[in-house]
């Protein structure tokens, strides 16, 4: 990296200094260390290290990263450098410029959908190097977001509901009056595309929002560049004025969603479903995926959305019964018309994302996989999904898998008929627990309730991905189960720690 630092001693532009930084600090962006933080274990051992190096092109980077770094770095950073230049190692010519940038204007192109907005802030160094931030904001990345737990009902770490969507990508422009023009054009010419300026407080908010959701997401589906961008992107959305607001989600509670059910099913769009029973089990699908997981927009629909709603959520979550599998996607086609017309979608939107749900008609016969497909009775079934949470299944069966076989030989526990239990109730699965370790005391017995009572609730959802990340490397199922009760005893209470114990967990080496 300090080699890589060099570079800063050939350039004269601050922003190409700080480009050169921010790429150096991305090295490192959305990796994981065994027991620590990257940001201290690397970013700050690197601070360290360039302090005792002492040579210009050190002092060049403790430069930028009084600038870029997060506040630890920038603190150390800063005395490092003031030391260098107290014994008289020479600064590079951009040094007294660097962040010394001002915000100018903040536009927005975005599709007529809502699915994802391109964010372009402008700046000059007092008149000067004018330059242009883009920043992709897509707000069909749910499923990511809800791996590492962080429910769009609620607020995140941040205190703030996500409800901006989150950072994909970033690059920066020198070329800012022909990019607006291109903007401007494609906005005029373009039905599906809009382009608008923004007040400099309202993108400030979003923006530091969304990247805040990508950057407490676990392996967050970003541009393999956009890394070298991060830090970057963190200070000059920084500069920007405060005192802006997200807008919040409406709440959609029980009784409303289902005004709008209604509402859909007895509309002209609606009338040709020929199962009214299946479609209005279909429709509530499509209103709780809008609801939970598209930022509180149940009335929003593009393709991009569909096919995600047809291709990926519900082949991984919704146990559908035969009949509601024939329906979903004619009661989806027919709420696309309907929703559309009350959201003002132009007809193109409309036909296009008709044409998605088609195209995706016959892939989701091939993607949504009915546990009884794989040799599963329904009745087991039944018996681990009373919530239809069909991605719970897995789960599920490796905490109780003697569910599938070992019952149906013995059939009883004692006196106890073990057809008859319920797993979902805690005092039943602790009878099937003491079914599968016989004589296990009740310390033993309580160690393994706890765990199973995680599993079943996927609370939090790195526990499961854990368990099979061990799984994977060949680890035997009592043996997985016996490490994550060690990891529960020492950090259960401290959900950050469980976080990182069970991060650090899933990268051990394979048994011999």
Same mark, same amino acid.
């Not at 009784?255 to 059910?261: G, K, L, S």
């Given at each position: 990296m300090l080699q890589h630092a060099r570079e800063l001693?050939? *350039?004269?532009?601050?922003?190409?200094?700080?480009?050169?930084?921010?790429?150096?600090?991305?090295?490192?962006?959305?990796?994981?260390?065994?027991?620590?933080? *990257?940001?201290?274990?690397?970013?700050?051992?690197?601070?360290?290290?360039?302090?005792? &190096?002492?040579?210009?092109?050190? =002092?060049?980077?403790?430069?930028?990263?009084?600038? =870029?770094?997060?506040?630890?770095?920038? *603190?150390?950073a800063e005395r490092a450098a003031l030391e260098l230049m107290e014994n008289g190692v020479a600064r590079p010519g951009w040094a007294d410029r660097v962040g010394m940038v001002a915000p100018e204007e903040c536009f927005v192109s975005r599709d007529v959908y809502g699915d994802q907005d391109s964010i372009v802030c402008t700046y000059t160094y007092g008149g000067a190097e004018r330059h242009a931030l883009v920043v992709l904001v897509d707000r069909n990345r749910a499923g990511a977001v809800q791996k590492v737990g962080i429910p769009f009902t609620t607020p995140a770490r941040g205190g703030?509901?996500?409800?901006?969507?989150?950072?994909?990508?970033?690059?920066?422009?020198?070329?800012?009056?022909?990019?607006?023009?291109?903007?401007?054009?494609?906005?005029?010419?373009n039905p599906l595309m809009r382009f608008e300026q923004l007040d400099p407080r309202d993108t400030k908010a979003l923006l530091q929002s969304a990247l805040n959701l990508t950057d407490e997401t676990d392996d967050p589906p970003v541009n393999e560049n956009f890394g070298s961008y991060h830090a970057f992107a963190r200070a000059r959305v920084g500069i920007l004025p405060p005192g802006g607001r997200l807008p919040q989600p409406p709440v959609y509670g029980r $009784?409303?969603?289902?005004?709008?059910?209604a509402r859909f099913l007895a509309s002209d769009e609606a009338e040709e479903l020929s199962d009214r029973s299946a479609a209005s089990r279909c429709v509530d699908r499509i209103i709780d995926y809008g609801c939970t997981h598209d930022f509180g927009r149940p009335l929003r629909v593009s393709p991009i959305k569909c096919e995600m709603f047809l291709l990926d959520?519900?082949?991984?979550?919704?146990?559908?019964?035969?009949?509601?599998?024939?329906?979903?996607?004619?009661?989806? &086609?027919?709420?696309?018309?309907?929703?559309?017309?009350?959201?003002?979608?132009?007809?193109?939107?409309v036909r296009a994302t008709l044409d998605a749900v088609w195209d995706a008609t016959g892939k989701f016969a091939e993607?949504?996989?009915?546990?009884?497909?794989?040799?599963? $009775?329904?009745?087991?079934? $039944?018996?681990?999904?009373? $919530?239809?949470?069909l991605d719970a299944l897995p789960r599920r069966a490796f905490a109780l898998p003697f569910l599938s076989g070992v019952h149906r030989q013995t059939?009883?526990?004692?006196s106890i008929d073990l057809s008859t239990l319920d797993p979902a109730d805690p005092d039943d699965r602790r009878i099937l627990l003491e079914f599968e370790h016989p004589g296990?005391?009740?310390?033993?017995?309580?160690?393994?309730?706890?765990?199973?009572?995680?599993?079943?609730?996927?609370?939090?959802?790195?526990?499961?991905?854990?368990?099979?990340?061990?799984?994977?490397?060949g680890y035997e199922r009592h043996e997985i189960l016996h490490r994550l009760i060690d990891v529960l005893d020492a950090h259960g209470a401290d959900p950050e720690a469980l976080r990182d114990a069970l991060r650090v967990l899933r990268h051990e080496p394979p048994p011999e």
């Open positions: 001693l050939a *350039v004269r532009s601050p922003l190409d200094a700080e480009l050169i930084v921010s790429e150096i600090l991305g090295s490192w962006w959305g990796h994981h260390v065994p027991g620590g933080d *990257v940001e201290q274990v690397i970013g700050e051992a690197l601070v360290d290290y360039a302090a005792r &190096a002492g040579t210009p092109a050190a =002092l060049a980077l403790l430069t930028g990263m009084a600038y =870029l770094g997060t506040p630890r770095q920038a *603190v150390k703030r509901p996500p409800t901006s969507g989150m950072v994909r990508d970033a690059w920066v422009s020198s070329q800012v009056g022909k990019l607006l023009d291109h903007c401007r054009q494609e906005g005029r010419a $009784d409303r969603r289902a005004i709008i059910a959520w519900l082949p991984r979550k919704v146990l559908l019964s035969p009949t509601e599998q024939e329906a979903v996607p004619h009661v989806l &086609a027919a709420w696309v018309r309907w929703a559309g017309k009350r959201t003002g979608l132009p007809d193109e939107g993607a949504y996989r009915d546990p009884a497909a794989f040799g599963l $009775d329904r009745e087991l079934v $039944d018996r681990l999904l009373p $919530d239809g949470e059939g009883r526990h004692g296990a005391d009740t310390e033993h017995l309580d160690a393994h309730e706890r765990l199973a009572e995680r599993l079943w609730n996927g609370d939090p959802p790195q526990l499961w991905d854990t368990a099979q990340a061990l799984l994977d490397v």
